[in-house]
């Protein structure tokens, strides 16, 4: 990297060096003032809890629980989000008896139906699935709607000059104009799957990273505790991530900014 | 096809003749009144006929907001006029026919499409045989000057380069009736004179029959064999001007003094409140 890379995109630059200033200061207040580990513990601890948890393949197993749970989470909220949202958006009748449930439904905070289904599914990993399947669900369905009824008047002109049916537009033009609303909706829905997952957890679980913070939790190891948050963050960014690519290549013509979040 | 093939309709034994049934449409009586969203009733055609012969190339020119729009819609059946009839080839009209290519105003491409795709996208939508009309498409592509682009998406193409697309398209079905509204009007002045030049060469060869909608007076004389003008709204025929100028037409003959005079006589046509340019 030159020093005109650097005059021309600073932040490339700015971004390690806030994170390394950033974990500098910790470190250091951590030491000068003698904070103990169970109130605040310095990176380099929580580092090495993070690096003994990788090695040991505590931490692994915990997240493979947790990732399989929010990803079957997602799957089933995007295929009933994609269904549902469709048949919504496509008929009148279908719309004006349903919207108001959905409103409902998405008002209600979610994760606070998950104790409920803790007791009705049990400890395993079946309620996690479903609380993560909820609070995934809603984002795919607003966007699917929203997507499904943002097609411009020009494209639904050229199709009825043409007689198309009503399944021909939508095949031919208003539901790959909607992909990319559908995949703004998939991208907020796999974060908040593994929040889903995270939170059924904390109610009731055995296994998993919720439950491997509580774990930490009751044993005041604080560097663990952070360690997962850590593993966490590294997860959404990945999953995050995958679904840029996967967006990327199938709704190549759309640009970024050309889509709305939730 | 030997371009002479195709007489100014003028020249045409049968519309001498003036036989009803040897017009490609016809419209009687046209009136539009659009009822806007505060109520208001807006009246945007005002007992529009008009008949335009097969081959022959009407372009129809007025001031913005005249209600050419409205025409081309009602001419094409997206639009059911207020009261009037349209005919085409000797069918009443009800709604969109086979027979009608239309090029809108934007291009109007699916960008997750390739140029291919999208001009074959009536082929797809009329359930015609696609490996047929996938060698026509090719050769309207080439038509259009897009030889070799067919691979492409709408994003890598240039705003006169879609209007092309977008004119292959119209002509995939073979329809027997182009409408045009206004498909140039967002390209620069030099794009623009060559697209005309093209749609000129295109029409010749291909024997369409077509009404082009303009805001352009050059244009409207340039390419039509009839220039049908418009009042203001509501739109109502002010004056309908033969061309007699020989084809092809070259761009040199818009600065000839026949030209002018046909510009001239338009934009008195046109009135105080037409004048555009
Ligand atoms: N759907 C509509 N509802 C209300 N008014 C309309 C509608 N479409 C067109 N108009 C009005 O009718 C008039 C003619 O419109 P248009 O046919 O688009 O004119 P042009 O194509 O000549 O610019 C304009 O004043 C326009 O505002
Ligand atoms: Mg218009």
């Not at chain 1, 169970?38 to 947790?66: F, K």
């Not at chain 1, 796999?190 to 939170?199: D, E, K, Q, T, Y």
């Not at chain 2, 007489?7 to 419209?27: M, N, S």
Request: aromatic content about 8%.
């Amino acid at each position: 990297m030159t020093l005109r890379d650097v005059r021309q995109r600073p932040h490339v630059v700015l971004i390690p060096l806030v994170f390394v200033a950033f974990v500098a200061a910790w470190e250091s207040i951590v030491r000068a003032w003698r904070i103990p580990d169970y109130l605040l513990p310095a990176p380099s601890a929580i580092a090495r809890a993070l690096g003994l948890g990788l090695t040991n393949r505590l931490y692994v197993e915990h997240a493979w629980v947790t990732v399989s749970e929010a990803l079957l989470g997602f799957l089933i909220a995007a295929a009933t989000g994609v269904v549902l949202g469709t048949v919504i958006a496509q008929f009148r009748l279908v719309e004006r008896t349903l919207y108001p449930y959905v409103v409902a439904f998405q008002t209600l905070p979610k994760i606070a139906v998950a104790p409920l289904l803790v007791v009705w599914l049990g400890f395993g990993v079946s309620s996690k699935i479903v609380i993560a399947a909820l609070v995934a669900f809603f984002p795919v369905l607003v966007n699917v709607i929203v997507g499904l009824k943002t097609v411009d008047a020009p494209k639904l002109d050229l199709m009825r000059s043409l007689s198309a049916t009503r399944w021909q537009t939508f095949r031919f033009v208003t539901f790959p104009n909607a992909l990319p609303f559908v995949f703004a909706g998939l991208d907020i829905a796999v974060v908040f799957s593994v929040l889903g997952a995270i939170v059924g957890e904390f109610v009731g679980s055995q296994r998993g990273l919720g439950n491997l913070i509580l774990q930490f939790n009751t044993a005041l190891d604080i560097a663990g505790m952070f360690a997962v948050l850590l593993l966490l963050a590294a997860l959404g960014v990945a999953l995050h991530l995958i679904m840029q690519a996967i967006q990327r290549r199938v709704i190549f013509w759309a640009q970024p900014d050309h889509v709305i979040g939730a | 096809m030997p371009a002479s093939r195709v007489l100014p309709y003028y020249e045409r034994p049968a519309i001498r003749g003036g036989q009803e049934d040897a017009l490609l449409i016809t419209a009687a009586g046209l009136n539009q009144t659009y009822v806007s969203q505060d109520r208001s009733v807006v009246p945007a055609l005002a007992d529009v006929s008009l008949a335009v012969a097969p081959g022959e190339f009407v372009t129809i020119v007025g001031p913005s907001g005249c209600g050419k729009t409205t025409l081309l819609r009602i001419l094409g059946g997206l639009l059911r006029p207020t009261s009037g009839t349209v005919h085409l080839l000797g069918r009443a009209v009800t709604g969109p026919s086979r027979n009608v290519g239309i090029v809108f105003q934007d291009p109007v491409l699916l960008p997750w499409r390739t140029v291919l795709d999208n001009v074959l996208l009536p082929v797809q939508v009329l359930r015609l045989d696609r490996q047929t009309y996938r060698a026509r498409a090719l050769d309207l592509l080439g038509l259009v000057g897009l030889k070799g682009f067919e691979g492409k998406y709408p994003h890598e193409l240039s705003g006169g380069m879609r209007q092309r697309v977008s004119l292959a398209r119209a002509l995939v079905h073979d329809p027997a009736l182009l409408l045009m509204d206004e498909p140039f009007g967002a390209l620069d002045a030099m794009t623009r004179e060559a697209m005309n030049l093209e749609l000129q060469r295109i029409w010749r060869e291909s024997g369409k029959t077509v009404a082009f909608i303009t805001h352009s007076i050059s244009e409207a004389v340039f390419l039509g064999d009839r220039v049908v003008v418009m009042s203001p709204r509501p739109g109502r025929i002010a004056d309908v001007v033969t061309v007699e100028l020989g084809r092809p037409r070259d761009l040199d003959l818009m600065a000839s003094d026949a030209f002018g005079v046909y510009a001239r006589k338009i934009r008195q046509a046109l009135g105080p409140r037409g004048m555009l340019e």
